[in-house]
């Protein structure tokens, strides 16, 4: 084992040593085809260059390092002296070089500590700011004697860190060609050119020795979420008083971080119903979705904002809602006459378009029920048209034996009976058409109000009467009746 560590020893370090020919390193350096000179001044170092070259004294290896691996100097060094390149220089031209440098750095083969830095300085490029390169190492050799380093520090080490390295755990003790290393991450804090110098205080030349680092702070999005999503969305023209089908609003965190979605609210939640969200903490990348639906209360156009309300850089978010509302008829469609007819044995009011009841009506077996001599116009189901709805008629006999009926146009009161009120049958859904009047009452142009009063469960046994006619629906409040509907108690709207 002792053996033959000494014989290795033998074989390598004193032959290495005598076989060197610092006449062809100097020749090389000084006056070959493509003389280190060009870029580098041995004697009287001024540049990085200068210094970094010095590192070279007895070690062939840093010039290879330089040929082939270290940035700052392969654009220039490989070209020239790399494989099959014109100057390509043979291990044995490496070894002599780095003599000759030895002979001229450390004449003798004794001195003064002499310290530089591979690289000698270095740029980062560009790194998006709150981003962090990758880790730069540096290798800091000292040359001529042993020599030791008592601190180290970066100028910005908040954007340029020293980040480790044996280089760090000053005081450090370098035996002669001896190195420690040193790793820095650059971190931009804003954007634009960052440079730092990193010092390192040794008992050499040159004391310090300085490291220059740069590096660009880039154009980077802030960590944090960000909700985006349409600005608007339109609806149809949509028949007062009903609900459009729903429609489904997609938003999206095109941001890095997750949204926390803590609201969503309509400023018109009677017109532009939210009816569900699945917005609740929404990842970065990920989307949620919220649906909404238009259910105009009037005519013409109709519009609310949907507001979500997050905690990403786009806070509140809102999208733009809008639609119009149908207000009736806009001409057209096959009138009908509604007849109306009382039965006085039971106070009741009835009204009928349906021409087999109208035939029926006000002869044995139904002469109980006499025309009132009123009437208003509706539209005939077949051909209604656009902007009317469906009046439905119900029955009910639930109450001793009296028999009612309850009319309710769709959108106005007709779902809801359906819903909240089973003991009443749906007779007919669509016994004739009308128009709609808005949240007000105010009927459309070219249609009058159907008021409607409420006998307030007079007799034993609730009833409503509808009435194109002002006077009558002053006589019937006098009598108790209640009016109910939109506005002043308008049920629906008749046309002229
Ligand atoms: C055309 C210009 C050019 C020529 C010619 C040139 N070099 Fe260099 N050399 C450079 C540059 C540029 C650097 C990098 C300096 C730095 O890192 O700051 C460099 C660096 C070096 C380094 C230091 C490497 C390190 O990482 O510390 C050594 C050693 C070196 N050169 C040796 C030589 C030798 C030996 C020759 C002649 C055979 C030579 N150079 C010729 C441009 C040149």
Not at 372 to 398: E, I, K, Q
Not at 423 to 444: K, R, V
Not at 461 to 483: C, E, I, L, W
Request: hydrophobic letters at 40%.
């Amino acid at each position: 084992m002792l053996w033959a560590a000494a014989l290795a020893a033998m074989l390598l370090a004193p032959c290495a040593a005598a076989t060197d020919n610092v006449a062809n390193g100097n020749k090389l350096f000084n006056n070959g085809a493509a003389p280190c000179t060009q870029c580098h001044n041995l004697k009287s170092p001024k540049t990085d260059a200068d210094f970094a070259i010095r590192g070279a004294a007895n070690d062939p290896d840093l010039i290879a390092f330089a040929i082939n691996t270290n940035p700052d100097s392969v654009g220039e060094m490989r070209p020239l002296y790399g494989d099959g390149m014109p100057f390509e220089l043979s291990d044995s031209d490496l070894s002599d070089l780095a003599a000759y440098i030895g002979s001229v750095v450390n004449p003798g083969g004794g001195g003064s500590a002499t310290f530089s830095a591979s690289p000698s300085s270095f740029d980062f490029g560009t790194v998006g700011v709150h981003a962090q390169s990758a880790t730069k190492s540096f290798t800091i050799k000292v040359i001529g004697a042993a020599g030791s380093i008592s601190s180290v520090s970066s100028s910005n080490n908040v954007e340029f860190l020293l980040a480790g390295g044996t280089c760090l755990a000053t005081p450090v003790s370098l035996a002669q060609n001896g190195t420690c290393s040193l790793q820095v991450i650059f971190a931009p804090g804003v954007g634009g050119m960052r440079s730092s110098t990193i010092t390192l205080v040794d008992n050499g030349a040159p004391n310090p020795l300085s490291i220059s680092v740069s590096g660009t702070g880039g154009a980077s999005a802030p960590a944090q979420g960000n909700l985006t999503g349409p600005g608007s969305a339109v609806f149809a023209s949509q028949v007062l008083f009903t609900q459009s089908a729903p429609k489904t609003l997609t938003f999206r965190n095109n941001g890095t971080l997750p949204v926390s979605v803590v609201a969503l609210s309509s400023s018109n939640p009677a017109e532009f119903p939210l009816l569900g969200s699945s917005c609740g903490v929404v990842a970065a990348g990920a989307t949620c979705t919220a649906s909404v639906a238009f259910d105009p209360s009037a005519s013409g156009a109709r519009a609310a904002t949907l507001t979500i309300a997050n905690d990403g850089a786009t806070n509140p978010l809102s999208v733009q809602l809008s639609g119009t509302g149908a207000g009736g008829s806009t001409g057209g469609g096959t009138k009908v006459v509604v007849m109306e007819y009382y039965n006085a044995s039971l106070g009741h009011y009835f009204i009928t378009s349906n021409t087999d009841e109208i035939k029926l009506l006000g002869k044995p077996p139904f002469d109980a029920w006499q025309p009132t001599g009123l009437s208003f116009s509706a539209y005939a189901p077949a051909n209604a048209p656009t902007g009317t709805v469906g009046v439905c008629r119900f029955f009910n006999d639930h109450f001793l034996g009296v028999s009612t009926h309850f009319y309710a146009p769709h959108g106005l009161g007709c779902e809801q009976t359906i819903t909240a009120f089973p003991d009443w049958t749906l007779e007919d859904p669509q016994l004739f058409y009308a128009s709609l009047p808005d949240i007000a009452g105010n009927c459309p142009s070219g249609q009058i109000p159907v008021y409607r009063l409420f006998n307030n469960g007079m007799g034993g046994a609730p009833n409503h009467r509808f009435t194109t006619d002002p006077a009558v629906r002053s006589q019937m409040m006098a009598k108790g009746y209640s009016p109910e509907g939109y506005g002043v108690g308008v049920g629906w709207c008749a046309p002229q």
